[in-house]
């Protein structure tokens, strides 16, 4: 199943942003990494190619999400109590990890918080690339951290809380007093407050479901289009549900792949990156106004942060298996289990060596109907359609390409929309693009398949659960017919032989249930491996762990 695009990959961006291409001829790699091997607060690095100034950048820059004024945040009271929202316990019951405080991170904030520069007089906090791209892993006590892995946050719980805490202090005389003292302010905060307590609601609102994502999943697609087609062109009638959760995709190979996205929709190739992130930065808590004076639109994407969040990307490289936390890797049956790779799984799943820094990768698309898998996702964002309302008559790519009719398919409307926020600060948007750009394969894109993507493993020990929307909960699962319905995500012990999501349960607190049961979340499909033999299946998973 395809449809036609109306614009070709080479005109994406338009002829301002295409100038980054012509202009690069190679970045200077970054200076050889070093490692910590613990945070102060107990968390077990490994070594993936960033010193550690490197992952403070990555952990702790913001690129224009906005929930709140900082200050806001850190005297917020809980909802039923006086405790501290911001207290390192509470955010960790979101699956956030902490690493503590550092010059990067002065007010503690937990990886993937992020505050701010000042906007008009005021830092705020919001979330960062690392909020959706840190992994945690749990085995005998100790909590590995993985870099640009699957995070284990649960969104929209975190969401649901901070909006019951601000609401609570609105209505909370003594709350109140107490926020307004912390702040230093007069009786006058509470109309700032009232105001983006309701802005937080009403985005909360668009983007309610029928059904919980739960921990490490999140519809960034239809939160995104709900966030153009109907907060910014202010066309509620535009709001879908965003019903098609997926597993947030690991980072350490994607700027070096042709394609991204977990349908294959986004090109890599030139400025590509920096639209996919500033799309990101738009919906997450972002800020887009639609009517601004003169070329482009004004919105709080923080462009040169994301240029140089961008490149820290590209350096960074898979974990290595951790054999001392999670045992010595059998070398004589991961040899056996290389053979069976290059027959079950290497036509679609190619090979990243890791140890060349300019890797470039292709992604293989596989049809919705061949792989077998969940296809709600993928059925969501070719068919969502929603009216133009003030972008009718605009240009799809701001600047060029067909015009706009009353009708839009959402991924034009927000395509376009993003190019209005990187046209509004042109010389910012060549800076990052130059900046953070590296060469990769060009991807035809044409047509907009009916598919899935299907990657590079590398680092596959380290990213359960599998699938695209993260129904199967570990390696060993995947290779059977016979799939759990239902197992817990979050702070559970991992699994070494299984390789992925064990059964032990350490924090009830900080777990979702999974369930295949429900819509969006089926666990069919991708039978690759399924007919093997017990010993080739083992042997299989045993390579897997090398990768």
Request: with cysteine; aromatic share 8%; charged share 20%.
């Amino acid at each position: 199943m395809t449809r036609e695009f109306r614009f070709s990959p080479r005109v994406l961006t338009g002829s301002l942003l295409l100038t980054m291409s012509l202009l690069l001829t190679g970045c200077g790699d970054e200076p050889p990494a070093t490692n910590s091997s613990s945070t102060s607060t107990g968390l077990q690095l490994l070594n993936q190619n960033w010193n550690d100034q490197q992952r403070e950048t990555a952990w702790y820059t913001s690129f224009g999400s906005r929930i709140m004024p900082l200050s806001w945040f850190l005297v917020l009271e809980d909802a039923d109590g006086q405790a501290l929202f911001s207290r390192p316990d509470n955010l960790r019951r979101f699956g956030f990890a902490l690493a503590g405080s550092s010059p990067a991170n002065p007010y503690n904030l937990p990886i993937g918080l992020a505050s701010t520069p000042p906007h008009q007089g005021e830092r705020w906090v919001g979330l960062g690339c690392a909020a959706c791209h840190s992994g945690q892993i749990y085995y005998r006590g100790k909590s590995l951290h993985i870099d640009g892995g699957q995070s284990l946050v649960d969104f929209q719980l975190l969401e649901r809380e901070v909006i019951a805490a601000l609401d609570a202090t609105l209505r909370d005389y003594g709350k109140f007093t107490r926020f307004a003292q912390a702040l230093g302010a007069g009786p006058d905060i509470r109309q700032s407050l009232q105001t983006r307590t309701e802005r937080l609601k009403k985005m909360a609102a668009l983007n309610d479901t029928h059904y919980a994502y739960g921990r490490g999943r999140l519809d960034a697609f239809g939160q995104i289009f709900n966030a153009v087609a109907a907060d910014f062109l202010e066309l509620p009638e535009n709001r879908r549900e965003p019903d098609a959760p997926v597993s947030y995709p690991v980072l350490w190979d994607a700027a070096h792949l042709d394609l991204v996205q977990w349908n294959g929709s986004a090109p890599n190739a030139g400025p590509g990156p920096l639209v996919q992130n500033a799309t990101t930065a738009l919906a997450v808590f972002g800020d887009l106004n639609i009517h601004s004076d003169g070329i482009g639109y004004d919105s709080g994407v923080e462009l040169e942060n994301l240029g140089t969040i961008q490149d820290l990307w590209y350096h960074l490289k898979a974990p290595a298996w951790p054999e001392q936390q999670l045992g010595v890797i059998d070398r004589a049956l991961a040899e056996q289990g290389s053979a069976i790779y290059q027959t079950q799984c290497l036509s679609c799943h190619m090979i990243s060596d890791q140890s060349k820094a300019k890797r470039e990768l292709k992604a293989t698309l596989v049809s919705v109907d061949k792989v077998g898998t969940d296809r709600t996702m993928a059925d969501n964002f070719v068919n969502a359609k929603a009216k133009s309302g003030a972008f009718e008559g605009k240009k799809l790519l701001y600047v060029a390409g067909n015009r706009l009719g009353e009708e839009a398919y959402s991924i034009e409307l927000v395509l376009h929309a993003t190019l209005g926020a990187l046209l509004q600060q042109p010389w910012q948007s060549i800076k990052a693009g130059l900046h953070s750009f590296h060469k990769v394969y060009s991807a035809p894109l044409d047509e907009r398949p009916y598919a899935y993507k299907a990657r590079p493993l590398s680092g596959i020990w380290a990213s359960a659960p599998y699938l695209h929307n993260g129904s199967v909960p570990s390696l060993a699962a995947l290779l059977s017919t016979e799939r759990p319905s239902r197992f817990a995500v979050g702070r559970v012990e991992y699994d070494p032989r299984a390789v992925g999501l064990g059964k032990q349960v350490l924090d009830a607190a900080q777990v979702s249930q999974f369930d295949t049961t429900e819509p969006g979340n089926g666990n069919a499909g991708h039978l690759y491996g399924t007919g093997l033999s017990d010993t080739d299946k083992r042997a299989l998973i045993e390579y897997l762990k090398t990768l």
